[in-house]
């Protein structure tokens, strides 16, 4: 006759799988259901629109085919990987700064943290009155002397070179890579950095043998995180962008807006393109990313 | 090996928003001498090694090397050794590379790097353990591995920084004898920073006991114990009787009431009636059962302690601890005399009465 507790074990794990099950329902209903559906139409599937041509890659090489596409696709890596690297490296300044002692250190270590909780609408709405032709920066010009009118300030919003949306990312993803990477160098302590130090390294030989190290988890996870929101993201590029060629999410949301509802199919071929290069993207970073911790023996 | 250098700290001072860390240490180590800073947490031990380390910026004051003042150096430049009491090894480094790391940062040739470690490895006695890394190791091997990484860098001084802390009791033991031999066969001086008064015995050339930032008496350890110079010496360096009396007169000498009988007086400067602290180890007192109503004293309590027993005994208004080795555990409530050598009491002025 069986034990108790080995009676007991169906049991509790039975019970675990049910409390799991509407979580479990959600992700695989919204997440999976949403990727399956997407994969669907772009393939073809559509019978809601009177289309059932599945399964058909002809919207994929219509896509791929155009040289728009192309060009949307490098102002996306463009934008999402020079905001990612420029919010990197600032927030590593700024991480390490926090690590120090400075007077109004803990003001500061607040205020920084102030866009995390303001919408990208918002940040949007700064860029525009901020680097805006008429915006603060142009009128400041202007009174310093700079520029005879506020008009002549180099345009920075609306151009390919992507100056406002870049900003736009920097700025609400400053402070979250920057958290992520203090709450690192917090939970290493500074004990590390000052044994390399009393043997004798000097403050570059310390940032790349213990602290890059140690930070590389931050960077990692907070880079991964903000990429692929920067491969995703809309409003910003819509708004600062240059206009056409548009990123590939402005892209895919004029084909959803299209009055020729058929082209749905065509901005879902879009939406699956973005996914499939954020995917690689993010599969090569995290393989390079596993093989230097295996190097460092953590894994 | 390295030469061996003396440290002098002369008015060294650091305070910290709302709290003095070190209010003016002078201290003199001679070369290859192991002095400990015994103290409890927060005495300022940590802030002084990490003021001679660099790590931290002194307020007042100097710190000599073989008498050059080496207060201005950066902490790279100073070639002192410092183990943490958590380690502090690089958990992405192997052994070998942590071991190394000081030499490769000064840019020494790989080939002698590689000899060093080997050398280091083998002094620390974990030459097969080079691959492994700080999360495959014991706590007793990572306290070699960090010992090994300071020393492969020859430091002018080493000093540890209540590095047992985190190891079990036998560990502690062997880690003790280890680091002590280690030290005097390289001819290290050494600072020694720890809270546990029997480890600061064992270990040290002299000891240095610290309190709310102050030193308050160096000396060796065996004067420490036996003629500290006041009542928080006496309790911060092992069990203590501090037995509250007068002093009174012995004939043509003095003497201290005890509450067993007066003891005479071994140290001048006291007048009868002068109110004193007298300090008495417990296992200075002896102790003899005898019949009810013929003794100084009734135990009130005993334990255990393996190589003694302790009792408790009341004497006149005053309880005393005494250590008694003995196979024989006496019962509570049996009447004792009491005896102690006067060489073995030391009396404290009022002065030198308070914590």
């Known amino acids: ?299 | 090996m390295p030469a061996m250098t003396s440290v002098a700290l002369q008015g060294l001072a650091k305070s910290f928003p709302g709290a003095t860390a070190l209010a003016g240490i002078d201290l003199t180590i001679a070369p290859g001498e192991l002095v400990t800073l015994l103290g409890p947490s927060g005495c300022g031990k940590s802030t002084m090694l990490r003021l001679i380390a660099g790590l931290d910026e002194r307020d007042q004051g100097a710190i000599l090397f073989d008498g050059h003042d080496i207060s201005g150096l950066e902490v790279s430049e100073r070639n002192v050794g410092l183990v943490f009491q958590r380690y502090a090894l690089f958990p992405h480094m192997t052994v070998r590379r942590n071991i190394a790391f000081g030499l490769r940062v000064r840019g020494t040739p790989d080939t002698e790097v590689n000899s060093r470690v080997n050398e280091a490895l083998d002094t620390v006695q974990l030459g097969e353990l080079g691959e492994r890394f700080p999360h495959q190791l014991s706590g007793g091997q990572m306290q070699r591995v960090a010992l090994a990484r300071t020393l492969i860098t020859r430091p002018r001084l080493l000093m540890l920084d209540e590095p047992f802390a985190a190891l079990d009791a036998d560990l502690r033991r062997q880690m003790r004898s280890f680091v002590r031999d280690l030290q005097q066969r390289l001819g290290l001086t050494t600072i020694f920073v720890t809270h546990d008064q029997a480890e600061a015995m064992e270990i040290s050339d002299r000891i240095a006991v610290m309190q709310a930032g102050r030193i308050l008496q160096v000396d060796q350890p065996e004067t420490i114990y036996h003629r500290p110079v006041s009542a928080v010496v006496a309790r911060m360096t092992g069990e203590a009787n501090l037995v509250p009396g007068s002093v009174v007169g012995l004939g043509d000498a003095l003497g201290v009431e005890l509450g067993f009988g007066p003891v005479p007086l071994r140290q001048n400067g006291f007048t009868p009636g002068t109110k004193v602290l007298s300090l008495i180890r417990p296992e200075a007192i002896a102790i003899t059962p005898v019949d009810p109503g013929d003794g100084h004293g009734a135990i009130q309590s005993s334990a255990f302690m393996g190589q003694s027993i302790r009792y408790s005994i009341t004497a006149g208004p005053n309880t005393f601890l005494v250590d008694a080795v003995s196979t024989r555990r006496l019962v509570d409530g049996q009447s004792v005399l009491m005896r102690v050598d006067p060489a073995h009491v030391s009396v404290f002025p009022p002065a030198n009465n308070q914590a």
């Open chain 1, 1 to 299: 006759m069986p034990s108790p507790i080995w009676r007991r074990r169906p049991t509790l794990q039975r019970q675990q799988v049910l409390g799991l099950l509407p979580l479990g329902v959600v992700m695989i209903v919204l997440f999976g259901g949403a990727l399956a559906l997407a994969l669907l139409q772009s393939l073809g599937f559509a019978p809601w629109l009177g289309i059932n041509s599945f399964p058909d890659v002809s919207y994929f090489i219509a896509l791929w085919g155009g040289a728009s596409f192309w060009w949307s696709l490098w102002f996306t890596l463009y934008y999402s990987l020079a905001a990612t690297v420029i919010a990197l490296v600032l927030a590593i300044l700024l991480a390490l700064g926090l690590t120090r002692a400075f007077p109004g250190r803990a003001v500061f270590g607040s205020l920084y943290k102030l866009p995390l909780v303001v919408p990208y609408a918002v940040g949007i709405a700064l860029a525009v009155i901020m680097m805006g032709n008429g915006g603060v920066l142009s009128r400041l010009a202007f009174a310093l002397g700079w520029i005879d009118d506020p008009a002549q300030f180099p345009l920075l919003l609306t151009t390919n070179a992507g100056w406002g949306v870049i900003a736009v990312y920097v700025w609400k993803q400053l402070p979250f890579m920057a958290l992520a990477i203090h709450a690192v160098l917090i939970s290493a302590g500074r004990e590390q950095a000052e044994a390399a130090a009393v043997l004798g390294a000097n403050r570059r030989q310390i940032f790349r043998e213990i602290t890059w190290p140690q930070i590389v988890p931050g960077i990692v996870s907070s880079t991964l995180i903000c990429f692929a929101f920067n491969m995703g993201a809309f409003e910003a590029p819509f708004i600062l962008g240059g206009g056409f060629p548009d990123t590939l999410p402005v892209m895919a949301w004029r084909y959803f807006n299209d009055a020729d509802y058929t082209l749905q199919l065509q901005g879902m071929a879009v939406v699956v393109s973005i996914g499939l290069v954020a995917g690689m993207m993010i599969a090569v970073y995290l393989a390079t990313y596993r093989r230097y911790e295996r190097s460092l023996g953590r894994v």
